[in-house]
């Protein structure tokens, strides 16, 4: 090779290497400034006379455990067990200080697992996020990649949100009402807790596969929306009570979801019909009920239990796809208040005074 054309490519090489190393100089410095950002969160501490305070604070990157999967957190949702958590219910969270937020609608800024490509938009809810993981009320949040899936095409991030941990629990419950045989010719379903997350949104997706559906609700000025959103009927949730200690009550319901347990799940199985079904999710009212046989051995009916959290991911994926396909609800926006990091300490206080009304969507790239 003449010395000129060896030397033009040598010169070449050159060039090549070394931008090669200048983006990898980018690469890595884009690397150390997003790790070394501080991002805001809430954050609950422990006070030396074990009252347990949130407020809105900066982290570091740092502080997140080391997981494959960083998150960008766009939405997330506000939920019963995130004010359990925040309360420093010792079930639901150990350590503290700690991030809540048990849900969380991002993007991914880098996956180590390789699962996910920067960009990629996730939803994940459940397994330990939020309880002993910093959860979606902080901006970024790192995750095994198995927690996550890529979001629907048909439904947002935001939408995702809106239904959250709690509208995706309903719609577990009615799914799981489904698989036993349910159909909507079987008569009337009673929701508990209707004025709740998980209880609003099993009201609108009753409504909207043709169900007929009566609310319990122990906010009776609340009976209007209730009645917007697809109830038939409003009662207040003591009348569940009024059949008393008879071993069994008339047969009223076709089925139910409950999210109150306590008393409220004891007496409605004495009043669902033969063949029927309840969809137990919940507990705000109690974790304890208590039962005779009777309604199982003579009425044959089920009680169907409903866990978000550990299911397998594969039937996240389903019950999003179910969400953003026949159980979309038109009028999800209406149900929903939107909310920033800000507002988060105050609302997470309402939760624990049974004062919630429908979703609560917090918006974390506004915060
Ligand atoms: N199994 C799961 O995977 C799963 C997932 C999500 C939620 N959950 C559970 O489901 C329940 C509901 O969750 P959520 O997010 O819908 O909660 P939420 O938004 O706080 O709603 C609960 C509703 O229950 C009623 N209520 C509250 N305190 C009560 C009390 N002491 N006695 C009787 N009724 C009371 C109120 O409705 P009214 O005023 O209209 O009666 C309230 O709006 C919680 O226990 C939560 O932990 C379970």
């Not at 407020?55 to 004010?83: E, G």
């Not at 809540?100 to 996020?129: H, M, N, Q, R």
């Not at 004025?195 to 609108?204: M, Q, R």
């Not at 799940?265 to 004495?270: A, D, P």
Request: hydrophobic fraction near 40%.
């Amino acid at each position: 090779m003449p010395n000129a054309e060896a030397h033009k490519c040598k010169f070449r090489v050159a060039r090549a290497s070394l931008l090669k190393f200048l983006l990898r100089l980018i690469d890595l410095s884009f690397n150390i400034m997003s790790h070394s950002k501080p991002f805001s969160a809430i954050q609950v501490e422990e006070t030396d006379d074990k009252r347990y305070v949130s407020s809105l604070v900066q982290k570091a990157m740092s502080d997140l455990p080391d997981n494959d999967l960083l998150i960008n957190v766009h939405y997330s949702s506000l939920n019963y067990k995130d004010a359990l958590s925040a309360s420093g219910n010792k079930r639901v969270t150990r350590n503290f200080p700690h991030t809540p937020g048990i849900d969380a609608a991002g993007v991914v800024v880098e996956d180590k697992s390789g699962t996910f490509a920067a960009g990629d938009e996730v939803l994940v809810f459940g397994y330990d996020l939020g309880m002993n993981t910093p959860g979606g009320l902080g901006q970024y949040i790192s995750i095994p990649a198995d927690w996550a899936v890529k979001r629907p095409e048909a439904l947002s991030l935001k939408e995702a949100m809106m239904y959250g941990t709690g509208g995706v629990t309903a719609a577990l419950c009615v799914q799981k009402l489904e698989k036993m045989g349910a159909t909507p010719d079987d008569g009337p379903v009673a929701v508990t807790g209707a004025t709740g997350g998980v209880g609003s949104v099993s009201i609108a997706i009753l409504k909207q596969l043709g169900y007929s559906v009566v609310a319990f609700s122990g906010k009776p000025e609340q009976s209007e929306n209730l009645l917007a959103l697809g109830a038939e009927q409003v009662l207040h949730r003591d009348t569940i009570n009024e059949v008393g200690d008879l071993p069994m009550g008339k047969e009223i319901w076709a089925h139910g979801i409950d999210t109150l347990g306590g008393e409220y799940l004891s007496n409605l199985l004495k009043q669902i019909k033969s063949g029927g079904g309840v969809a137990a999710c919940g507990l705000a009212a109690s974790g304890e009920f208590s039962s005779t046989v009777f309604p199982f051995i003579i009425r044959g009916v089920s009680l169907l239990g409903v866990d978000s959290v550990y299911i397998p991911l594969h039937e996240k994926q389903h019950i999003w796809q179910r969400v953003a396909t026949d159980m979309k609800l038109p009028n999800l926006a209406s149900m929903c208040e939107e909310i920033t990091l800000a507002h988060v300490p105050e609302y997470l206080k309402r939760f624990m005074q049974g004062k919630v009304v429908g979703r609560y969507l917090v918006n974390l790239a506004d915060s």
